[in-house]
C-alpha cells in the first residue's frame, strides 16, 4: 500500500524559512520523478517543484529562487527547503509522483506565511 506522509508545516512570519519533509513508502520510490504541489484555500491544486531519480529539478516561476527541492533514495525521502516566503505561499503542501497518482495523496502538512 502506497503511503505519502509529509511533515513540517507550520506558521511562519513573512521571509521566514521552513523545510517540509515527505516520507514514501509502498512503491519503487528510486525510480520516480517526485514533486511537491500545493492547495490555498478556494484555489486548485497546483505543482510547485519537481526532482528526477537522477536528482534535476525544476521548479514553478513563483517559487524559483526561493524553494530547494532535495531527495534521498535511501530513505524514500523528498524535501522541500522553503525560504524567504511570502503570505502568498499559505497553503497545505503534498507531495506526490510527476505527474501525480490520484491514489497517492497524503494528508498535507499546512503553512501558513503571515505577520
Known amino acids: 500500500q502506497v503511503q505519502l506522509v509529509e511533515s513540517g508545516g507550520g506558521m511562519v512570519q513573512p521571509g521566514g524559512s521552513l523545510r517540509l519533509s515527505c516520507a514514501a513508502s509502498g512503491f519503487i520510490f528510486g525510480i520516480n520523478t517526485m514533486g511537491w504541489y500545493r492547495q490555498a484555500p478556494g484555489k486548485q491544486r497546483e505543482w510547485v517543484a519537481a526532482?528526477?531519480?537522477?536528482?534535476?529539478?525544476n521548479y514553478a516561476g513563483s517559487v524559483k529562487g526561493r524553494f530547494t527541492i532535495s531527495r534521498d533514495n535511501a530513505k524514500n525521502a523528498v524535501n522541500l527547503q522553503m525560504n524567504s516566503l511570502k503570505p502568498e505561499d499559505t497553503a497545505v503542501y503534498y507531495c506526490?509522483?510527476?505527474?501525480?497518482?490520484?491514489?497517492?495523496w497524503g494528508q498535507g502538512t499546512q503553512v501558513t506565511v503571515s505577520d
Open positions: 506526490n509522483t510527476i505527474p501525480p497518482s490520484d491514489d497517492y
Open positions: 526532482i528526477t531519480s537522477g536528482g534535476s529539478t
